[in-house]
């Protein structure tokens, strides 16, 4: 009997696939990775199971053909067998399949996988040129359009430059494998399925070193007696020469040029015999080019002495670790507690056992404090894994933790997977940040990845906020978590005191155009004076929100989704309204589109308009920005809280990005503009957001010597999580939020599963969601969940396409995801237009 394998391949909702491995390849690891066909594709998967059951359905004997196997990439694991099982878990959690969930684990360049190619034809420039002054062109012509020439152009370009061109296609996906496909049917088009990428990506250098023969030819010059018929040497071979004398293992071809001998000089050495040349494989050092530092005057190389409140519990997680088995702690400590310190010991206390630590952070590139710290405390034992890095360094990162060189990584959500081996901590820092949630398929979450991957493989899982997430906090209620609080600052620094300002009173006494009120313009100018530093939050980007019409009342909308555009300031004070979802931007017109009148106004504000007003109010202040807009270039963030955290920005103006985890001691007032902005949005976490937002950038003040103050403007200062934020008394708003979730039946008091279908007209989509809502509620038992919907989404339209909703509500996770599974499997077509969303994060 042949040998057979199943295989977890990259593509959505597809499960393991089985496939016979021919004779004269070797029967793959799991963990490996292996070339397989799957349809007119070739794609690379990860080997899963060898010797699977055979296939369900008829017998090999009654005619069923397994394909083979192509190419076995790998003579050994190329992931652990754990991650593969994780990977496993988390297809199956968050209904994804189990290719897709894996797929997140892999580093850069680990896929070999085939691609198309175009190519105009003589016939498709003709049907071109007739077509020429088509005023609309279709997809098809404007494919023609963009690969005229006859170059050969990858289908990936073709996509890219639709989905991003101008006109009514921007910023929208596009059909474009299949209207090539039709083009070329049509014989308007040549197609090449060309084998893209490599098995391998690591960086070599050439390093030169010098021979015996070079070595008696430099003798010989330094003795004046070249031996006859030899070409004598030029001084700069000489020199050359000298120098790689001195290195018998070698110089790189970097290190050469520094010296002034270029790459033709060392050639024509080796061309003679003088020099050999080889290639080293060396690391893209992440660290070497970055501002990952640490701040907070200890939290890196020297060990600060332990609050009594930080040494009880550093101690009880210290006996966890010690048993070497899975235990989940929930370490609630009010910001500024000392968080960071016990991560430190606890870390360097699992390393001493043998065993490697995991850290897990929202987004590296805002907390630079914290990677630098364990840089600094555990030296080159260290790795990050981040989007933030190029995709060289990821690689290189990856594979040195895959080889056991470090014992301790920290990353973003995506190193849940990383290929640690003998895991004794995972660390979820800022535990309740909805980053660690994916937004795109694979839809995981990656603080319940961290604690699935604790409880797999025996390790402490501890998870540190000052404002859980409620669904945390529950579990250590009930026991399921053990819960260590932190309640008192190091140095018993008191808490930040804050402020409210009742912004319908400020409109009232000075208009409704007021962006600053006068309580934080008073308190800027006093830190100003006193030369400390002032964060400005206001989590909206933009210069204005919306540009409606004062004559017909109507706003200019994104063509592609049901959102009005953002103003944006350009170079040269040119005003852009942009949509932030598809990204489609046009000029702000200077009349109404619908009704040509010129009386177009904008409403609302957003950081740039904050940015300019503080300017505005202090002209001699220094004053930046950080928010999405400012940061596009790689480095941008560390950079700018680089000059922050060195006093070379006085103010800095904000999104949410300035709330999370920094540590600034000169930072002692904090000013919230609209902090109720969104309170207003239709999902039941919103509260939950605005409380835990407020008291985290309440957080940044007063952190050093001096105490801190926050001045926070509203128009509902007595909304609840207003209120709790202000005294920051997290178990007072757990307590309020719990009733309204337990009376909706929202989690934590019940598991929810969030449907999206997307079709070309709303009509379409409801008909759709209606089908596999109807085929829900017929799969499903009493008692087990309930079925709500279907609705239009709150955003109806996005990227083009109509949306249609509908929620699963209940306590039994597995029958939910099962009756999802078998609602769906009999219509593939439909389920590549639906998105499942497991425990969601946001319901819009």
């Known amino acids: 009997m042949p040998r057979l394998v199943s295989v977890a391949v990259p593509v959505p909702a597809l499960d393991l696939l089985t496939y016979r491995v021919p004779d004269g390849l070797d029967v793959p690891a799991v963990g490996a990775r292996v070339l397989v066909p799957l349809g007119a594709r070739r794609l690379t998967g990860i080997v899963v199971t060898v010797d699977p059951p055979a296939p369900q359905g008829p017998t090999l004997d009654q005619g069923v053909t397994l394909k083979d196997l192509i190419d076995v990439l790998d003579s050994s694991p190329f992931l652990p067998r754990t991650v593969v099982e994780l990977g496993q878990w988390a297809g199956d959690y968050y209904a994804c399949g189990p290719g897709e969930a894996i797929s997140a684990a892999m580093p850069p360049f680990a896929w070999v996988q085939s691609e198309w190619r175009v190519r105009i034809t003589p016939a498709g420039d003709s049907r071109l040129g007739a077509n020429s002054a088509s005023a609309r062109p279709t997809l098809r012509e404007s494919i023609l359009a963009l690969i005229v020439g006859g170059a050969w152009v990858p289908l990936r370009a073709i996509a890219y430059r ?10 929208r996906a596009v059909p474009a494998r299949a209207a090539v496909r039709s083009l070329q049917v049509d014989g308007l088009v040549e197609v090449q399925d060309v084998l893209g990428g490599r098995a391998e990506a690591f960086k070599t250098i050439r390093v030169a070193a010098i021979t015996v023969q070079g070595a008696q030819a430099l003798d010989a010059t330094t003795k004046d007696d070249e031996p006859p018929g030899r070409s004598r040497l030029g001084p700069r071979q000489r020199e050359a020469l000298a120098a790689l004398a001195g290195v018998p293992e070698g110089l790189p071809f970097a290190q050469l040029r520094e010296r002034g001998l270029s790459a033709d000089v060392v050639q024509r050495l080796h061309g003679s015999g003088f020099v050999s040349i080889r290639r080293e494989q060396v690391d893209r050092d992440p660290f070497e080019s970055s501002s990952l530092v640490p701040s907070g005057g200890g939290a890196g190389g020297e060990c600060r002495v332990l609050t009594d409140e930080q040494a009880v519990a550093f101690a009880r997680l210290r006996e966890l670790a010690a048993e070497a088995r899975f235990a989940t702690v929930l370490l609630h400590g009010v910001t500024g507690s000392g968080k960071t310190e016990i991560y430190l010991r606890l870390a360097a206390v699992v390393r001493e056992a043998g065993r490697t630590a995991l850290i897990l952070v929202p987004e590296i590139g805002l907390t630079p404090a914290l990677a630098g710290a364990f840089r600094s405390r555990f030296g080159d034992r260290v790795a990050i894994q981040h989007s933030g890095l190029s995709d060289g360094e990821r690689y290189d990162q990856w594979h040195r933790i895959r080889r056991g060189d470090v014992e301790i990584v920290v990353g ?45 493989e025996g390790a402490l899982v501890v998870l540190g906020s000052a404002t ?3 669904e945390s906090y529950q579990n250590a209620t009930v026991g399921r978590y053990e819960l260590l ?18 912004m319908r009173e400020e409109f009232a006494e000075r208009g409704p ?11 800027i100018t006093r830190r100003l004076v006193r030369k400390e530093q002032v964060l400005v939050l206001l989590n909206r980007r933009g210069f204005a929100t919306s540009v409606f019409c004062r004559q017909c009342a109507g706003t200019i909308d994104c063509p592609n989704c049901s959102v009005s555009l953002t103003v944006h300031v350009g170079p040269r004070d040119i005003m852009r309204a942009r949509c932030h979802y598809c990204n489609y931007s046009v000029v702000v017109p200077k009349a109404c589109p619908t009704c040509a009148a010129p009386y177009l106004a904008q409403a609302g504000f957003g950081t740039e308009r904050v940015e300019r007003e503080v300017v505005a109010a202090f002209p001699d202040a220094r004053v930046a920005r950080l928010d999405r807009d400012t940061i596009r270039r790689r480095g941008a963030a560390a950079s700018l809280l680089g000059q922050f955290a060195r006093h070379e920005i006085d103010v800095l103006v904000g999104t949410q990005m300035i ?7 000169l930072v002692t007032l904090v000013g919230v503009v609209s902090a109720d902005v969104g309170l207003g949005l239709a999902d039941f976490r919103a509260s939950e957001r605005t409380f835990q937002l407020l008291t985290q950038v309440v957080g940044r003040a007063g952190r050093g010597e001096e105490p801190g ?6 128009l509902y200062p007595e909304h609840y999580s207003i209120r709790h934020a202000r005294r920051q008394d997290y178990r007072a708003f757990f307590e309020e939020e719990l009733v309204f979730r337990r009376a909706m039946q929202y989690p934590p008091q019940m598991a929810l599963t969030n449907g999206i279908v997307r079709a070309r007209t709303l009509g379409d989509a409801m008909h759709d969601a209606g089908t596999i809502v109807q085929a829900l509620r017929d799969a499903g038992r009493a008692g087990q969940f309930i079925v709500l919907g279907p609705a239009p989404a709150p955003f109806v339209k996005l990227r083009g396409e109509h949306r249609a909703q509908f929620f699963l ?16 499997e009999t219509q593939p077509d439909l389920r590549r237009r639906v998105i499942i969303d497991v425990d969601p994060m946001s319901v819009l």
């Open 162 to 171: 639709l989905e991003h061109a101008g006109g009514g296609r921007r910023g």
């Open 412 to 456: 973003t959500r995506s190193a849940v997977f990383a290929p640690l081996a003998s895991l004794g901590l995972i660390v979820v820092d800022e535990e309740h940040d909805g980053s660690y949630k994916q937004e795109e398929s694979p839809r995981y979450h990656g603080r319940d990845v961290a604690v699935m991957r604790g409880k797999r």
């Open 468 to 470: 859980p997430s409620l």
């Open 485 to 502: 609080a932190l309640e008192r600052r190091v140095l018993d620094r008191p808490l930040a005191r804050v402020t409210l300002v009742n």
């Open 513 to 523: 155009e007021i962006v600053l009120s006068q309580a934080l313009v008073d308190g």
């Open 659 to 665: 709330a999370k985890g920094h540590d600034f001691p």
């Open 709 to 714: 103050e926050a001045i926070v403007q509203t």
């Open 809 to 824: 509500k209940g306590t039994r996770r597995a029958a939910m995801r099962d009756a999802i599974r078998r609602a769906l």
